[in-house]
């Protein structure tokens, strides 16, 4: 199973808000499918698309649902500004190349697949009979659907969230208490790494179906900040505790990202992606965190003195013995920000410690 680049989405999704419930753009063309009329959009008027135009004839006129639906009373495609404010040309026949490949069969259809196949920009296409609206972004192909299905994708996928989200809560304390612990294995911080990678594709679902619903996701947008929250930043960190020092967590995460479905479901695959050499296979070979997350837990210490302080002692064990003057001697830390993170940390230790007893 293919993944959709970042950059994909992205595009996606920005077509996609260009005609989601509410626009101007989706109201023309819902003018049109009304109308039993069919549409072939190009959302770009750049010199490439210009240039595979044939026959039509020049608007240039400000847009509105009410031009849009009277102009797709005429076959051929509609070319609108990439900023949806105005129709540059009308009734044009496009010819993109035709080497580039298409799953469609209907003539405007095809059209629409190989001209954002070819020049990446998202062409919009209107069934006359069957007033199937499609959104073509490079080669993905988005059927869009009527906000009551749409609604009901996204309260499931909330609930599928939500489910992941708490056992990656899970996974992230049971950890912290291995950490405390000094008996982390590969595959503990593997589980992590895949749950929260598992809950990343669940909310990017969810996003999507945000930017489509348009003026109908205020409340799923509300549900979505509070249960997503600050996850992504979790797994980072813990992904940045176990990562060699020359590797980077951003390159981690977007590693993950590119992991097919199948991929994900295996540890192996998942802790490969950590980049610490040796036999990626032996899950229950023994690691150990530098403290990176459990540093960002006092107060006012930055990312990067928190990086410093955590490369310096190597191990979240070195870290954990460190005296307050062995603290204090490292670069932009104090005497009172020593006295604080030694604080944190045996506060941390002894709550852990606690919590598994209770």
């Given at each position: 199973m293919a993944l959709r680049s970042s950059t994909t989405n992205e595009q996606l999704r920005l077509a996609l808000g260009q005609v989601a419930p509410g626009t101007p753009l989706r109201d023309g063309i819902d003018r049109v499918v009304r109308s039993k009329a069919g549409a072939l959009?190009?959302?770009?008027?750049?010199?490439?698309?210009?240039?595979?135009?044939?026959?039509?004839f020049l608007v240039d006129a400000p847009y509105s649902p009410q031009r849009?639906?009277?102009?797709?009373?005429?076959?051929?495609?509609?070319?609108i500004s990439t900023d949806g404010a105005r129709i540059a040309r009308a009734n044009v026949h496009l010819v993109p190349d035709p080497t580039v490949p298409t799953s469609e069969t209907g003539t405007r259809h095809r059209t629409a697949e190989r001209v954002a196949r070819s020049l990446d920009v998202p062409v919009i296409s209107a069934s006359e009979e069957m007033g199937v609206i499609n959104?073509?972004?490079?080669?993905?192909?988005?059927?869009?659907?009527?906000?009551?299905?749409l609604l009901d994708r996204s309260n499931q996928a909330l609930q599928t969230l939500e489910r992941y989200a708490?056992?990656?809560?899970?996974?992230?304390?049971?950890?912290?208490?291995l950490e405390i612990e000094d008996v982390v294995t590969l595959r503990d911080v593997a589980v992590v790494m895949q749950r929260g990678?598992?809950?990343n594709r669940?909310?990017?679902?969810?996003?999507?179906?945000?930017?489509?619903?348009?003026?109908?996701?205020?409340?799923?947008?509300?549900?979505?900040?509070?249960?997503?929250g600050e996850i992504d930043d979790q797994v980072d960190l813990v992904i940045g505790d176990y990562l060699p020092v020359a590797r980077n967590a951003d390159d981690t995460m977007a590693e993950l990202a590119r992991l097919t479905d199948d991929d994900l479901r295996d540890l192996r695959a998942v802790s490969?992606?950590?980049?610490?050499?040796?036999?990626?296979?032996?899950?229950?070979?023994?690691l150990t965190p530098k403290g990176l997350r459990l540093l960002r837990r006092v107060n006012r210490l930055g990312d990067e003195l928190s990086c410093r302080i955590a490369n310096h002692f190597g191990e979240f064990s070195r870290l954990q013995r460190a005296?307050?003057?062995?603290?204090?001697?490292?670069?932009?830390?104090?005497?009172?920000?020593?006295?604080?993170?030694?604080?944190?940390?045996?506060?941390?230790?002894?709550?852990?410690?606690?919590?598994?007893?209770?």
């Open positions: 959009l190009v959302l770009s008027d750049e010199p490439e698309v210009l240039g595979i135009c044939t026959g039509g849009l639906s009277e102009l797709a009373k005429m076959d051929g495609a509609i070319i959104v073509y972004v490079g080669g993905v192909k988005h059927q869009l659907q009527d906000a009551g299905r708490e056992r990656l809560d899970q996974a992230i304390a049971r950890l912290g208490t990678e598992m809950v669940i909310s990017e679902e969810i996003e999507t179906l945000i930017v489509e619903l348009g003026v109908d996701a205020r409340l799923l947008r509300m549900q979505l900040d509070e249960l997503y490969a992606t950590l980049h610490r050499g040796g036999d990626v296979s032996n899950l229950d070979a023994e005296t307050v003057d062995e603290l204090a001697a490292i670069d932009g830390v104090d005497t009172a920000t020593a006295a604080q993170i030694k604080e944190t940390l045996e506060r941390v230790t002894e709550s852990t410690i606690l919590d598994q007893y209770n």
